[in-house]
């Protein structure tokens, strides 16, 4: 009986022993606690969205979250604070592109320093906590443009207090979608046609082809210039009158849809404050779109009127065309 109850006070010894030892520093031998990405839980290419900010909107500057989790069967929280380090890591750039070619998908590109900063790319997980504090990158938006394809690598690089890392979530690749800047669109309901060199007055049907029709809110109609019995060369132009003075900061354009070949390519901008004295918005280059097209000025200019000139067209045709024309 000295024998077994010897024994049970040992067993119950080592219980003890092995509960105090959760307290102490951590090593392998305490479970599987590990540390890991928060924003990488949900897949680790996270898409982040910034619109980019037009010359007279004031700058805007995107911050995104990065943090850390404490979790395993070790411990439900820290025993202590843990401080975690995050980096840009590059390490896997050039396999990820690789996939991304041979895929037939784009390269990713690096984001430029100008546009991107981590100044502060240290957190804590506080004890009897189990998320860090929020650190996070900022991106510029007014230095950022659309059509690149940037992302961002963000990795784990150190945590103190001697934890591991899950390296299956200890990088979280952030893909940047940028998106154009947003004003709202002026009322145009009293908004006529000032001028126009050309327009197609029959051929399209009643309800097409005039310089009218630019302004009727529909994306069925559209404005087309002459072809039926000629078609006068380029350039082309369709001016607005407001009928009032207005703070013009930009145009939004919409070409008829789903006709590529005379799509407008190269617009000139013209305002005046009397439909007699122009002065020049600037020269600006379109997409072949159906979606409607923002032309951003480099300054305010308070007018009446204003022009859009086409001076080249995706085929290099001779007609031209648009669906809406409208203004911020």
Not at 9 to 15: G, R, S
Not at 263 to 275: C, F, I, L, Q, R
Not at 300 to 310: C, D, E, L
Request: glycine letters at 8%.
């Amino acid at each position: 009986m000295k024998k077994i109850f010897k024994y049970t006070l040992l067993a119950a010894f080592i219980v003890v022993a092995a509960g105090c030892k959760k307290e102490d520093s951590f090593t392998d031998k305490n479970g599987d606690v590990r540390i890991y990405m928060s924003q990488a839980v949900s897949g680790q290419f996270q898409e982040i969205t910034v619109s980019r900010r037009a010359p007279l909107q004031s700058d805007t500057s995107y911050v995104f979250d990065v943090n850390a989790f404490f979790a395993g069967s070790g411990y439900l929280n820290a025993p202590e604070d843990v401080k975690v380090s995050f980096a840009v890591d590059y390490s896997k750039w050039d396999s990820i592109n690789t996939a991304r070619v041979n895929a037939g998908k784009p390269a990713y590109e690096k984001i430029p320093d100008n546009i991107f900063s981590f100044s502060n790319t240290s957190s804590v997980i506080k004890k009897g906590t189990s998320i860090s504090e929020n650190t996070g990158f900022a991106i510029n938006g007014k230095q950022i443009t659309e059509g690149h394809n940037y992302m961002i690598p963000v990795s784990i690089s150190e945590v103190g207090g001697n934890f591991p890392v899950n390296r299956t979530l200890a990088t979280t690749y952030f893909v940047v979608k940028v998106t154009p800047p947003v004003y709202p669109e002026m009322d145009r309901s009293a908004w006529t046609i000032y001028a126009v060199d050309s327009e197609e007055a029959s051929g399209e049907g009643p309800d097409n082809g005039r310089a009218i029709f630019a302004l009727d809110g529909k994306l069925n109609t559209f404005w087309h210039t002459q072809w039926d019995g000629g078609e006068p060369p380029l350039p082309h132009h369709i001016a607005i009158d407001m009928k009032a003075t207005k703070t013009l900061s930009g145009l939004y354009l919409t070409a008829r849809q789903n006709a590529p070949n005379g799509a407008p390519k190269t617009v000139v901008v013209d305002v005046s404050p009397n439909g007699t004295t122009w002065q020049n918005a600037g020269t600006y280059q379109l997409q072949v779109t159906n979606a409607k097209q923002s032309v951003f000025f480099s300054q305010a200019y308070s007018v009446r009127y204003f022009r859009v000139t086409v001076t080249a067209t995706n085929g290099n045709t001779n007609i031209t065309f648009f669906a809406e024309i409208s203004a911020f």
